[in-house]
């Protein structure tokens, strides 16, 4: 038999790979623990909000009117680090009656979201700091629940995996098959932390210099996590849909720039479970491979219904997360787009031109 033909065979046989690794992918996910739905009675330490701003007039109306219904038993401030911002975004945060923090020039050395946190934490009085993104929404009794479970589990801190929330259906395909494929890849002894909702006691963040201490990482919560996580810190990562919710890309070249820069710096975290993500990404887009192949008459029609199905399948429980079930047909388009943008950022790390990111390259 012709070897060309065992290697349209080998391309077809890999989707089934993304079975067990999906399999995989939604057990670690289950096994998080999930923020409790029940708010605490009693005071609680002060808490400062802080979140990074680069051009966010956009976003920070949404955040900002849910963070004025936030109902929190104790002192409670909200910065906004304007980071250079060329739109309203300093005029908006003010006029919400959040504490805005101007950003000094970006020093050599730094990137521009660690040092906008940097920044934030340094003019922050609270207790407890939260970082959390500028597209994100919070629910009023948010902040409290997560600080109470701190709290009550003697923690120094905590992240959580909140909500998403899509703008478009290719948003949608490719971030669900990005999210599985982190847990598909994600070590068990390895400890993630999301940047778009970071707790941390104050005392914490000043003994290890928190994101001064990753100050040119491109993927800066990954960073800080396995810092504090090596420095002997006690740490839960829970997931806490209730708590916020997240649109993380305002179009599909946002959304192309962002997973090249997450796709190519995770690489860094991941070591060799990275190539787990790897596989189990392209497993679930070959499909399209084997569509090319029964075009080209390089494999028989009956591959494509079974391949396609096998993806399909792997990707059913994130799907139900997700939204409607039928996108988890589209599970091969969602991880081309991923795999194609995590190839074009180490394509341009490679060759020293970084990503591009917000106006600048990380």
């Not at 708010?39 to 849910?66: F, M, Q, T, W, Y």
């Not at 394509?347 to 990503?355: M, T, Y």
């Amino acid at each position: 038999m012709p070897a060309r033909l065992w290697d349209w065979r080998r391309a077809a046989l890999l989707t089934f790979l993304a079975l067990p690794l999906g399999w995989r992918a939604n057990r670690m996910y289950a096994a998080l623990p999930q923020l409790p739905r029940k708010v605490p009675d009693g005071a609680l330490p002060a808490l400062s909000i802080i979140v990074p701003a680069r051009n966010e007039a956009a976003n920070l109306p949404h955040l900002l009117s849910s963070l004025q219904q936030v109902c929190y038993p104790g002192p409670l401030e909200v910065i906004v680090v304007d980071d250079h911002s060329d739109d309203e975004t300093a005029l908006i945060a003010s006029a919400y009656g959040a504490h805005v923090a101007r950003v000094p020039a970006l020093p050599a050395g730094w990137l521009g979201k660690p040092h906008a946190c940097h920044v934030g934490a340094a003019t922050a009085r609270g207790d407890w700091l939260l970082f959390t993104d500028a597209d994100t929404v919070h629910a009023p009794d948010g902040p409290r629940l997560a600080v109470s479970y701190a709290l009550e589990h003697d923690l120094d801190g905590l992240s959580l995996f909140i909500g998403q929330a899509y703008r478009s259906v290719a948003d949608r395909i490719a971030l669900v098959a990005a999210f599985a494929g982190l847990f598909a890849g994600r070590r068990p002894q390895n400890y993630v932390l999301n940047g778009q909702y970071i707790l941390l006691r104050r005392a914490v963040y000043a003994a290890t210099d928190g994101f001064a201490a990753v100050r040119n990482e491109a993927v800066e919560d990954l960073a800080l996590g396995r810092l504090l996580h090596r420095r002997g810190y006690r740490l839960a990562l829970l997931t806490g849909d209730h708590a916020a919710t997240v649109r993380m890309y305002a179009s599909l070249s946002q959304a192309w720039h962002g997973l090249s820069r997450l796709g190519s710096g995770a690489l860094r975290w991941s070591g060799v479970w990275s190539l787990v993500t790897a596989l189990f990404v392209s497993a679930l887009m070959s499909p399209l491979i084997v569509l090319v192949g029964v075009a080209a008459g390089r494999l028989h029609p009956a591959w494509l219904p079974w391949t396609w199905l096998a993806a399909t399948a792997s990707m059913y429980p994130w799907a139900q997360r997700a939204g409607p079930l039928g996108y988890a047909l589209l599970a091969p388009i969602g991880a081309c787009i991923v795999q194609a943008a995590a190839i074009w950022g180490i394509a341009n790390r490679l060759i020293g031109r970084g990503v591009k990111w917000k106006g600048r390259r990380v």
